[in-house]
């Protein structure tokens, strides 16, 4: 990767991006100022280069702000709040930078596979690989053939990829060293305060450090979990299993959309072999599935047929899908196809609880 050199036009840029009035973190700032002071991107261009060569920010701007926002009325559970990470407008800023170099250098080297959708950019978010998948379903009911396929999560995915993989992956895809040593040591400082109903749960000398995973509400940490996962692509389909919609054609082995993964293959041992290397992969890089979400289906000339769960190599069993069962993968009801009609039932029954919702406020009887 070529040396990034920061510009005015590069802060103008990332500023354009960015939302005008989007919560900021303890700095106080909103994109809208730094939108409106022009004269203020020559400066910051300045002292972001300084901070980047001598590879150090002040710990004020990788500190951010978690909101805990309940998800339902039980509000005991720690697990029924939602986390949401504000951070400082400058540090956000200056990886939303980072963020734009990495990405050319990725995509002028054809790094990240096309198996991965999510971080694509002028992609269509999860419409591609549900296309994909429905197509793949399709000729496998029309043509009588085999499939086998699994769905597999990863547990607390963002918050498990450890900070070591992610320094050794920018190594692996040869990101720029003074970007690489800038951002490993801003990941040493990362740290958050934990705020409910408005009010601080942390005292300003005991921030919560955060010692794995992503930084939540980084311009960077997408990109970033999606490389981190990369590798794995490669040894799907450097394995030489998958799906072959007609003869002759392209393997499909995988989908990925961020951490969701789904797998193809065109028979159960060969299912077998793509499991054990995702497993092996997870397992060299410390991230845990989470098999109680993940599951098999089994398909014989066009049919699904039942069977049991799969052991694999390690201590996992994940579950087998029988007929009348369905996954929810990408927000639709899956099995062989999309479960069309649930779905539609579905997204009817959420349309006509909120449309009930507004003319009970707007038009009270």
Known sequence: MDPVIITPDDVAEAVRRAPNWKSPGLDGLHHYWLKGFVV?????????????????????????????????????????????TCLPTIYKTLTSILSARITRHLNSNQVMSRAQNGCRGGGRGTKEPLLIDAVIGKVVKRNRRNLSAAWIDYKKAFDSVPHTWLERVLELYKV??????????????????????????????????????????????????????????????????????????????????????????????????????????????????????????HVERGRVANSEGIDLSMPINIRTLSEAETYRYLGMSQNIGVDEAGMKQSVCDVFYARLTKCLTVFCPV
């Open 40 to 84: 203020c991107h020559a400066v910051l261009a300045r002292q972001f280069q300084e901070a980047l060569d001598q590879k150090s920010l002040p710990s004020l701007f990788t500190t951010g702000i978690t909101h805990l926002v309940p998800k339902d009325r039980d509000t005991i559970d720690p697990s029924k709040y939602r986390p949401i």
């Open 176 to 297: 720029d060293c003074t970007v690489r040593d800038f951002l490993g040591q801003c990941m040493g400082q990362w740290s958050t305060i934990l705020c409910h109903l408005g009010e601080r749960m942390t005292a300003a000398e005991n921030h919560i450090r955060i010692r794995r995973g992503i930084f939540q509400g980084d311009c960077l940490s997408p990109i970033w979990f999606c490389l981190s996962l990369n590798p794995l692509s490669t040894l799907l389909e450097g394995s030489g299993r998958g799906f072959q919609l007609r003869r002759g054609g392209t393997k499909v082995t995988h989908l990925f959309y961020m951490d969701d993964l789904k797998l193809f293959a065109s028979s159960r041992s060969h299912l077998m072999e793509l499991l054990n290397i995702t497993c092996d992969f997870s397992n060299s890089i410390r991230m845990v599935l989470g098999t109680d979400k993940c599951a098999v289906l």
